[in-house]
């Protein structure tokens, strides 16, 4: 078995043979293909977006993804939620020496993969292999840069009193899913992590209104952490629905004897929308009929409010507020 | 205390078995309901079976949270 | 049938929640001694939906909560040796020692190892045969079997390097040592009901016999919780104070032999440390003599130190039911779940993390 | 002593507290303050440059520098390496838990403040955390974005016969720093790395020549290598002066116990200047003004030949070819 | 006065190149045994320098290109080992095994550590009691001293943690042994300098006494090399063989005595396992009896297998000066630098990677 | 074979010196060159001194060198 060592971070020749033999083989692109310190784009016109992610999952492969999709889809969906069409990626590697080439080949391979289907060039990248035991087997970085060509904002800053909330489909599928994965549970759970691409979706979604006022993605620290995101820059409070927010019963389920709350698990594939009341129909209508949206759900409203609180209705009629997540979400086993 | 939830016993082997809760599947420990089958429910806590779940009891709850649920 | 979603079925219990009536306006105390019906109860918003002269309190009931300072030092002390693993369940990581917690330790470089069960602390002990594995053995009935059964394995698989730095504790001399030891308040408890699927519902008839106070064992379903209360509401009502069990399906008057077998094989009743409480008589389990190779404390020659009052925190009223979280001038300010001070603010299940999860300010 | 733990990469409150109580405080900037999936940057106009980094260094405070301000000067550097004017940093964090907090602040201190000097805007960020024995203290991915104002191309293909080669200053400075400090070896060592900001001494010399080739920085793998990718991309074969090539004496001292060729060694400040003859000694001139070119020297002309070769002549007259850095840069010890 | 860069004066040095002036045109071979003249020598680009009919060959002075292959493969299954560190040179890191080699096997998690010295593993092993500590003893007489130094530390120590796998060699015997096994075609040998600073210049005597073979012992500047070409050169037309000493600043007739003294109060002499070569009489050293419980294979019960021959690979012939890199069918294609497959190409100073590293094709 | 260098021994003590070669410092092994002085130059090789340098014999060679080069 091949592995990665230090060398092939050293700078010389073995860099550029994993450069050569698997970076550019598989993002073969003519920008990339500059080999300069810098990458030169292609003139922009319009609003330039920007956006940055590491990427660190254990396991690197799992149920639904691997690290190499998911950190284009995570950075593709950050620039669509910006109402940005995603037009470039930077690929950055750290790799533990050890690695399987076979696994990086598998990763490259993957988002290159994910990268065609989101219409992004990788235009420039950069490998570093730390020691043993100083990383977890990859992380990536990706970085970014789409164009805003539509004459709107978007922003967490923009909901309003009335706005109405929706989600794409059920919730915390990614969180569970690598929950169950990590070994030590021990669990046999079968929901896949539901990372994918949003941009079409969103595509969709601004084709259709001009009234969306937020678009956020539900990544770590779940819906519950990121609706209070919105809240705070929003200064609104936002009502949901229990009975309405769709999970998958198995989520559900592993949720119930892990003791820790879906609203707050992991999405990757999944986009809060806050458009405005009249819209929120037509909207729903055009998300359910895109495979990204077919679970879609109107979850809760925007209500006027200075506390920024995000609240729950329960389905027996009572209400509790959803706080963000404090510190890591644990299973809670006694 | 104690978060613990109600699982389908759906093999048994010696001292463990496997449950099902909602499509979850785990391997547990069965020594303290010596008497468990294939079909019975138990109470799953921190990885062991608790107790073994009486059907009949548990509609007899039903019954009179629908009867109070009714009443008058 | 899935024994779970029919018990919390909104409809029923909605129209359940109607019944709850009292005929006069005096002020009604319950409390739920367990945590996870603390939390039960704000997750789905039953407070909100009682009548306003039906007060719920949130007694002690949470492991987690209760376990002493100086205990939480003596398993960072212990997790600083290169030669030890310690194994906790995953709650007890955030539990501020008096300098640390196991979580920061463990960001330090410890071998801190969250467990789901005493089970995978045996197997990570077989794992590790130069290591000696510590397992955070903490818990009330429902999960003190379990503990057993990992001494039990340790003993037919014959390892040493396996035993349990004990702060165990049980809920009726609990209830009776640190709810009812003075002048009564509560006017009727909610029992906890995994721990009387083990111990079964005789243990709590001393309520009612020696306190005259009624006492319901129910499920964590809304349903069960509701039905409850509308129990307990009636023996108030009717003065007859008695014990109930509305949790039948899962808990019987007897209990569990096995279970309670296993208990008293392995455990003997002691004292026990209350965090930021002190002592309480009777109120704990320690191994038994034969067992004393299995014993952190005597196998390595330490010994945890005794627990003294927090400064500023009213953890000890809270747990006792007279004071709310609301009352502690700590609440929510320097204390929150983020930085707990006291106990209660510790786990999701303590009282004062409940009330400020679910935003009872 | 407060210490980053895994609750700190959840994306709930303490995410948040580091990034209003450090992030924000230091970067401070009105794009940064948008707060959304992705920054939304000013109107660009010219070509756009992207170049992107990770930076994973031991130790993290160093002679000369840290992992902050190295990962600000590497990628404004690459930036300026291509003729562009760098304008936007992204910083993504991987932090192995236990990093003191302190130390966290430091670095971040470090980063606004070289940012700064650079006149580069810090956009937007990202912070992971993993478990202790997953990362090396930290690790920072930076990206860069620049735009190309003036009208002329710059690039490694670009090296014709007769140019001449220009240093700014001593190799294997950082090189040799690092190693020095990394504690097994044990060397009471004074020179400090040459981590420094590239771009305006590249602003003095594109002011100064049109007639500008190639502008590299020769970092991991030291000049040999940088020039072995620039012969190899321009196809000609580029002939050095050993005795013009400026070594600080401590430099070479090490290399001599160690037995390494310091011209495998990284640099952190220094910039390949490959320049048409004509114009060669005022580049030269201005590059010297620079505090940043004090040391510049000619070291060598690019001469037509297919091999790719890079050849050192050395003091004696003797020719020797430099290749590229083959595995790791090992201490020869016997 | 540093000593160093005094002799290598380039305006000096040049004058004496010119010197180099033979009145015949036969072609004369000249051997620098050590690797350390071979860098040297491509370094300075000297032999561009010299005459035509000059022709300098590399001998078999690099002491990780001749260590066997068979040693690789038990250092590597050692590396393998949870109990041990393997501590080393870093020039060992790349040196193919069978199959792999430390570098990889370093990746793939096995706790080997680079060392500046010997003394430096005895340190890790006195960090690491738990674990056993095995140093990767190769080297000639510069390198035996040092390693002799670590042993008697460790008896003072009273470690019992650390342990040498031995492919210690001595040059002479090996100049004997593989330069001059059959009929010898080289006209003078650089001897190397900095073994020399240990054994002196008598055991080089046999060369011109025995073989008729002229030798001059040389420092590693340009300077010394030339001086020392240009005595071989005269030696050899004077038709007077005999061995020089033109590094008298460090070499002493006698040598180093305190050197000489610890190499036996610990080593005696052994047969010898060399890459790709076999066995070869004499040309080694191993501890005495007294210091077995520091010898690894026997402290382990474990022994490196015997050497066989690699195919493709000439590295026997190219280590004799027999033949040159460039007559290897391998060289530059299978065999670089960066897939090192004869011991010739791992490290910087092996004969074929200094051939591909300066380019001589 | 074997990297070694010849460094100026700035600080003797008991088994131990400090040597500076070119600004570089370290402290080396000497107990393989006993008689060790401030001022005195040694060879460096893996931490420990291999011998003391003879300044006069260093000299010696220079001059024949330099009478080399010159010669004729
Ligand atoms: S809020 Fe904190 S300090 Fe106050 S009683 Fe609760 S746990 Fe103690
Ligand atoms: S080139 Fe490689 S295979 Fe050929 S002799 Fe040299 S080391 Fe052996
Ligand atoms: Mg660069
Ligand atoms: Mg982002
Ligand atoms: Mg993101
Ligand atoms: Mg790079
Ligand atoms: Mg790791
Ligand atoms: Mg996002
Ligand atoms: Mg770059
Ligand atoms: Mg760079
Ligand atoms: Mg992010
Ligand atoms: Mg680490």
Same mark, same amino acid.
């Given at each position: 078995?091949?592995?990665?060592?230090?060398?092939?971070?050293?700078?010389?020749?073995?860099?550029?043979?994993?450069?050569?033999?698997?970076?550019?083989?598989?993002?073969?692109?003519?920008?990339?293909?500059?080999?300069?310190?810098?990458?030169?784009?292609?003139?922009?016109?319009?609003?330039?977006?920007?956006?940055?992610?590491?990427?660190?999952?254990?396991?690197?492969?799992?149920?639904?993804?691997?690290?190499?999709?998911?950190?284009?889809?995570?950075?593709?969906?950050?620039?669509?939620?910006?109402?940005?069409?995603?037009?470039?990626?930077?690929?950055?590697?750290?790799?533990?020496?050890?690695?399987?080439?076979?696994?990086?080949?598998?990763?490259?391979?993957?988002?290159?993969? &994910?990268?065609?289907?989101?219409?992004?060039?990788?235009?420039?990248?950069?490998?570093?292999?730390?020691?043993?035991?100083?990383?977890?087997?990859?992380?990536?970085?990706?970085?970014?840069?789409?164009?805003?060509?539509?004459?709107?904002?978007?922003?967490?800053?923009?909901?309003?009193?009335?706005?109405?909330?929706?989600?794409?489909?059920?919730?915390?599928?990614?969180?569970?899913?690598?929950?169950?994965?990590?070994?030590?549970?021990?669990?046999?759970?079968?929901?896949?992590?539901?990372?994918?691409?949003?941009?079409?979706?969103?595509?969709?979604?601004?084709?259709?209104?001009?009234?969306?006022?937020?678009?956020?993605?539900? &990544?770590?620290?779940?819906?519950?952490?990121?609706?209070?995101?919105?809240?705070?820059?929003?200064?609104?409070?936002?009502?949901?629905?229990?009975?309405?927010?769709?999970?998958?019963?198995?989520?559900?389920?592993?949720?119930?004897?892990?003791?820790?709350?879906?609203?707050?698990?992991?999405?990757?594939?999944?986009?809060?929308?806050?458009?405005?009341?009249?819209?929120?129909?037509?909207?729903?209508?055009?998300?359910?009929?895109?495979?990204?949206?077919?679970?879609?759900?109107?979850?809760?409203?925007?209500?006027?409010?200075?506390?920024?609180?995000?609240?729950?209705?329960?389905?027996?009629?009572?209400?509790?507020?959803?706080?963000?997540?404090?510190?890591?979400?644990?299973?809670?086993?006694? | 205390? $104690?978060?613990?939830?109600?699982?389908?016993?759906?093999?048994?082997?010696?001292?463990?078995?496997?449950?099902?809760?909602?499509?979850?599947?785990?391997?547990?420990?069965?020594?303290?309901?010596?008497?468990?089958?294939?079909?019975?429910?138990?109470?799953?806590?921190?990885? $062991?079976?608790?107790?073994?779940?009486?059907?009949?009891?548990?509609?007899?709850?039903?019954?009179?949270?629908?009867?109070?649920?009714?009443?008058? | =049938?899935?024994?779970?979603?029919?018990?919390?079925?909104?409809?029923?219990?909605?129209?359940?929640?109607?019944?709850?009536?009292?005929?006069?306006?005096?002020?009604?105390?319950?409390?739920?001694?367990?945590?996870?019906?603390?939390?039960?109860?704000?997750?789905?918003?039953?407070?909100?939906?009682?009548?306003?002269?039906?007060?719920?309190?949130?007694?002690?009931?949470?492991?987690?909560?209760?376990?002493?300072?100086?205990?939480?030092?003596?398993?960072?002390?212990?997790?600083?040796?290169?030669?030890?693993?310690?194994?906790?369940?995953?709650? =007890? =990581?955030?539990?501020?020692?008096?300098?640390?917690?196991?979580?920061?330790?463990?960001?330090?470089?410890?071998?801190?190892?969250?467990?789901?069960?005493?089970?995978?602390?045996?197997?990570?002990?077989?794992?590790?045969?130069?290591?000696?594995?510590?397992?955070?053995?903490?818990?009330?009935?429902?999960?003190?079997?379990?503990?057993?059964?990992?001494?039990?394995?340790?003993?037919?698989?014959?390892?040493?390097?396996?035993?349990?730095?004990?702060?165990?504790?049980?809920?009726?001399?609990?209830?009776?040592?640190?709810?009812?030891?003075?002048?009564?308040?509560?006017?009727?408890?909610?029992?906890?009901?995994?721990?009387?699927?083990?111990?079964?519902?005789?243990?709590?008839?001393?309520?009612?016999?020696?306190?005259?106070?009624?006492?319901?064992?129910?499920?964590?379903?809304?349903?069960?919780?509701?039905?409850?209360?509308?129990?307990?509401?009636?023996?108030?009502?009717?003065?007859?104070?008695?014990?109930?069990?509305?949790?039948?399906?899962?808990?019987?008057?007897?209990?569990?032999?096995?279970?309670?077998?296993?208990?008293?094989?392995?455990?003997?009743?002691?004292?026990?440390?209350?965090?930021?409480?002190?002592?309480?008589?009777?109120?704990?389990?320690?191994?038994?003599?034969?067992?004393?190779?299995?014993?952190?404390?005597?196998?390595?020659?330490?010994?945890?130190?005794?627990?003294?009052?927090?400064?500023?925190?009213?953890?000890?009223?809270?747990?006792?039911?007279?004071?709310?979280?609301?009352?502690?001038?700590?609440?929510?300010?320097?204390?929150?779940?983020?930085?707990?001070?006291?106990?209660? =603010?510790?786990?999701?299940?303590?009282?004062?993390?409940?009330?400020?999860?679910?935003?009872?300010?």
């Amino acid at each position: 078995m091949d592995v990665i060592t230090l060398a092939h971070g050293s700078g010389g020749k073995l860099t550029h043979q994993l450069i050569d033999g698997i970076f550019q083989q598989y993002f073969d692109n003519e920008i990339l293909g500059q080999k300069n310190d810098s990458a030169l784009l292609p003139e922009v016109n319009g609003k330039i977006a920007v956006t940055t992610d590491s990427f660190v999952i254990n396991p690197i492969f799992f149920n639904g993804g691997d690290i190499g999709k998911i950190s284009v889809c995570g950075t593709v969906n950050d620039l669509a939620m910006s109402g940005a069409k995603p037009l470039y990626l930077t690929v950055g590697f750290i790799i533990e020496e050890g690695l399987a080439i076979e696994d990086l080949r598998k990763i490259v391979k993957s988002i290159a993969k &994910t990268a065609k289907e989101a219409g992004v060039k990788i235009v420039t990248g950069d490998t570093k292999v730390v020691e043993q035991g100083n990383a977890d087997k990859i992380y990536i970085n990706t970085t970014g840069i789409g164009v805003v060509t539509r004459d709107i904002y978007i922003g967490g800053e923009m909901a309003e009193p009335g706005d109405k909330v929706i989600i794409n489909g059920t919730l915390g599928d990614h969180g569970a899913s690598i929950m169950a994965q990590r070994g030590d549970l021990d669990f046999d759970f079968s929901t896949e992590s539901d990372c994918c691409l949003l941009n079409n979706l969103i595509e969709d979604i601004l084709n259709t209104s001009n009234n969306v006022k937020v678009l956020r993605d539900p &990544t770590r620290g779940g819906l519950a952490t990121t609706l209070n995101e919105i809240a705070s820059q929003s200064q609104v409070a936002i009502e949901l629905e229990e009975e309405q927010i769709p999970i998958k019963a198995e989520v559900r389920s592993l949720c119930e004897i892990l003791g820790v709350d879906p609203l707050y698990l992991a999405n990757e594939g999944k986009v809060i929308v806050i458009v405005s009341e009249e819209d929120v129909e037509k909207v729903l209508e055009v998300m359910r009929k895109n495979p990204m949206g077919e679970d879609a759900q109107i979850i809760g409203t925007i209500v006027d409010s200075n506390d920024s609180n995000v609240y729950l209705k329960t389905g027996l009629g009572g209400t509790r507020i959803l706080n963000m997540l404090a510190g890591e979400l644990l299973p809670r086993i006694c | 205390m $104690c978060v613990a939830v109600p699982v389908e016993v759906i093999e048994v082997s010696d001292s463990e078995a496997t449950v099902d809760f909602g499509g979850v599947k785990k391997q547990v420990n069965i020594l303290l309901v010596p008497d468990v089958e294939v079909g019975d429910y138990v109470l799953l806590h921190s990885g $062991c079976a608790m107790q073994k779940l009486d059907k009949e009891e548990a509609e007899k709850t039903l019954e009179l949270f629908r009867e109070l649920a009714e009443h008058e | =049938m899935k024994y779970l979603e029919e018990f919390r079925d909104v409809a029923t219990v909605k129209k359940m929640l109607y019944k709850l009536k009292l005929e006069s306006n005096k002020k009604i105390k319950i409390m739920e001694v367990c945590g996870t019906h603390t939390m039960a109860i704000f997750r789905t918003g039953i407070r909100d939906l009682l009548p306003d002269n039906i007060e719920l309190i949130s007694g002690p009931g949470c492991p987690v909560c209760v376990t002493p300072q100086g205990y939480i030092d003596t398993a960072i002390e212990l997790s600083k040796r290169e030669d030890i693993i310690i194994t906790t369940f995953a709650d =007890m =990581m955030r539990v501020p020692g008096t300098d640390s917690s196991l979580q920061k330790q463990k960001a330090l470089g410890a071998n801190v190892r969250m467990v789901y069960s005493p089970l995978d602390a045996v197997k990570i002990a077989q794992d590790n045969p130069d290591k000696e594995v510590v397992f955070l053995a903490i818990g009330f009935e429902t999960t003190i079997p379990t503990i057993a059964l990992s001494v039990k394995r340790v003993e037919e698989l014959n390892l040493n390097n396996y035993s349990i730095l004990q702060s165990l504790k049980t809920m009726p001399a609990t209830m009776e040592g640190l709810v009812l030891d003075e002048e009564i308040e509560i006017d009727g408890f909610i029992c906890p009901g995994h721990v009387s699927t083990v111990i079964g519902v005789k243990p709590y008839e001393f309520l009612a016999e020696k306190y005259g106070v009624p006492a319901v064992v129910a499920g964590f379903e809304s349903g069960d919780i509701v039905f409850a209360l509308y129990k307990l509401l009636k023996m108030i009502q009717d003065r007859e104070p008695k014990i109930e069990n509305v949790y039948s399906r899962l808990v019987k008057y007897e209990g569990n032999q096995s279970a309670i077998n296993i208990i008293s094989d392995i455990f003997e009743v002691t004292n026990s440390q209350w965090r930021g409480l002190g002592e309480i008589k009777g109120s704990g389990l320690k191994l038994r003599n034969e067992y004393q190779n299995i014993d952190t404390e005597i196998k390595l020659g330490i010994s945890i130190s005794r627990e003294k009052k927090l400064k500023g925190c009213i953890c000890g009223e809270v747990l006792k039911g007279k004071k709310t979280p609301l009352e502690c001038k700590l609440f929510s300010k320097a204390c929150t779940p983020v930085n707990p001070i006291g106990a209660c =603010m510790v786990s999701e299940e303590g009282t004062c993390a409940a009330y400020y999860k679910y935003g009872k300010k």
